[in-house]
């Protein structure tokens, strides 16, 4: 079966940087776009950035732009978020998904998290 597993998560200081990994098995991953979201306590769940299956083309939510990252690594079956200038407003769980069945707004497959916690 299809599984996303999420890592890289934890906490950090605001102005600081992390690394997310989605690495995929189950599926052909060359062959599906990738996506972020980012879900805070008691907040709906957030577009944060997509890629396509190349890497040749992405998107980001306003938050972020300029600050995130998506790539990916398709021999690694691996995407990536990189995360710069972290700001408290980042906290949240980080969700990947797989194959876009409205690019930005929802995926066929999702993995089951991980924290990012940003302290003042």
């Known amino acids: 079966q299809v599984q996303l597993v999420e890592s890289g998560g934890g906490l950090v200081q605001a102005g600081g940087s992390l690394r997310l990994s989605c690495t995929a098995s189950?599926?052909?991953?060359?062959?599906?776009?990738m996506a972020w979201f980012r879900q805070a306590p008691g907040k709906e769940r957030q577009f944060v950035a997509h890629?396509?299956?190349?890497?040749?083309?992405?998107y980001y939510g306003d938050s972020v732009k300029g600050r995130f990252t998506i790539s990916r690594d398709n021999a690694k079956n691996t995407a990536y978020l990189q995360m710069n200038s972290l700001t408290p407003e980042d906290t949240a769980g980080y969700y990947c998904?797989?194959?876009?069945?409205?690019?930005?707004?929802?995926?066929?497959?999702w993995g089951q998290g991980t924290q990012v916690t940003v302290s003042s």
């Open positions: 998904a797989a194959n876009a069945v409205v690019p930005k707004v929802t995926y066929r497959y």
């Open positions: 890629i396509n299956t190349n890497g040749g083309i992405t």
């Open positions: 189950g599926l052909t991953f060359s062959a599906y776009s």
